[in-house]
């Protein structure tokens, strides 16, 4: 049952970027029918109305004035199409300020590579990977243990640009965009100097690129063992999330406060799974390695950014997160 030797998983051939390609490679819907029943119920997704919406996706693109090279297949913009639920402005909405955002950042979201030896080292010390099995909902579980993240060695850029690497070699699941994902992140080790190495400007960027960029449905975040120094951020936190979001955020005092809500099996094995925390995290190294051209070629997408693109017209939530940043700086004082 181990999803990363599933056949879904073959790595694509060299990605086209041609913005408007002389043909396009057809789509057929071939997962199981479980995913089928979610994707009706959850996003809307009919046949005819997927080949419709991706019809006017590659047609929008095609047309766009600013798009210089970006990819056109189906599980690239079914990424959006999903996320949005097949609204065709909201996608396209989200494909701009996507592109948009690896452009404006590229030390956060370019050289995605595997090969890279402190991406490769920060992966190896268990600080972020994706667990081999997904749940029994079909989602993809994202396990993180902060602690792990050696703070003297590596710097916020280079711990962006990991999330950066696991989101985006996940994103062409398309299991995942219907079901969605799981995060579990593990605070018990997490340190002062982890949040010491985040700049006030970082925070405030990083909260305006991950608002509606992201063609991910993120289902559940589960937080363990939050140590006290940490709790009253969180609190925070929560408090300015939208209903919707913090229905989905859960922090747990324990891990078996965290088992009531997610099946041990699928965790590893420290704990209370049936595979090695560091057989998880060869597996996924493996899938990564495989499809390593395929996420290095990304950064030739293009696209023209002006003052008038999506990205720049929506600052609210990065108000909100100087106003997080700031609160937790006098938490700090009191």
Same mark, same amino acid.
């Given at each position: ?7 879904s998983f073959s790595v694509a051939a060299a990605?086209? /970027? *041609? ?99 402190? %991406? ?16 029994e909902r079909g989602r993809k579980i994202v396990?993180? *243990? ?15 640009? #990991?999330?950066?690497?696991? =989101? ?21 080790? %997490? ?22 960029? /992201? ?8 937080? =363990? ?7 009253? %951020? ?10 919707? /979001? ?15 809500? #997610? ?10 799974? *049936? ?12 899938? =990564? ?9 990304? $950064? ?8 008038? *693109? ?8 990065? $108000? ?10 006098? %938490?700090?004082?009191?």
């Open positions: 049952s181990n999803d990363f030797s599933s056949p990605l086209n /970027l *041609s913005k408007a390609p002389e043909t396009y490679d057809s789509y057929s819907f071939n997962l199981a029918d479980k995913y089928k029943l979610v994707a009706q119920d959850e996003l809307r997704e009919e046949d005819d109305i997927r080949e419709n919406a991706l019809k006017q996706f590659r047609e929008w693109i095609a047309k766009h004035p600013l798009i210089k090279s970006c990819r056109t297949d189906a599980p690239f913009l079914l990424r959006f199409l999903r996320t949005k639920k097949f609204s065709i402005p909201a996608a396209t909405e989200m494909l701009e300020k996507y592109l948009s955002i690896r452009q404006i950042y590229p030390n956060w979201f370019h050289k995605l590579d595997i090969n890279d030896p402190d %991406l490769e080292a920060i992966i190896d010390s268990g600080y972020l990977f994706a667990l081999p099995e997904r749940d396990f993180s *243990s902060a602690g792990k993240f050696d703070t003297s060695r590596f710097t916020a850029a280079q711990l962006i640009r #990991v999330h950066s690497l696991v =989101v985006e070699s996940l994103l062409d699941e398309e299991e995942s965009q219907i079901a969605g994902y799981v995060h579990i992140i593990d605070d018990s080790d %997490l340190s002062m100097a982890f949040l010491g190495i985040w700049s006030f400007a970082d925070i405030k960027s990083l909260a305006h690129c991950v608002q509606n960029s /992201l063609p991910m449905r993120q289902k559940e975040n589960h937080f =363990v063992n939050l140590p006290p120094f940490a709790n009253k %951020l969180s609190e925070f936190i929560l408090s300015v999330l939208s209903d919707k /979001l913090k229905d989905r955020v859960f922090v747990h005092k324990t891990m078996d406060d965290l088992k009531t809500k #997610v099946n041990p099996k699928y965790l590893p094995k420290e704990y209370g799974g *049936s595979v090695s925390m560091a057989d998880c995290i060869a597996q996924f190294k493996a899938f =990564v390695k495989a499809k390593r051209d395929q996420l290095v070629a990304l $950064d030739d997408m293009q696209i023209e950014i002006t003052k008038s *693109s999506a990205f720049w017209q929506d600052t609210t939530d990065a $108000d909100i997160a100087a106003g997080v940043i700031g609160s937790f700086r006098k %938490l700090e004082v009191d």
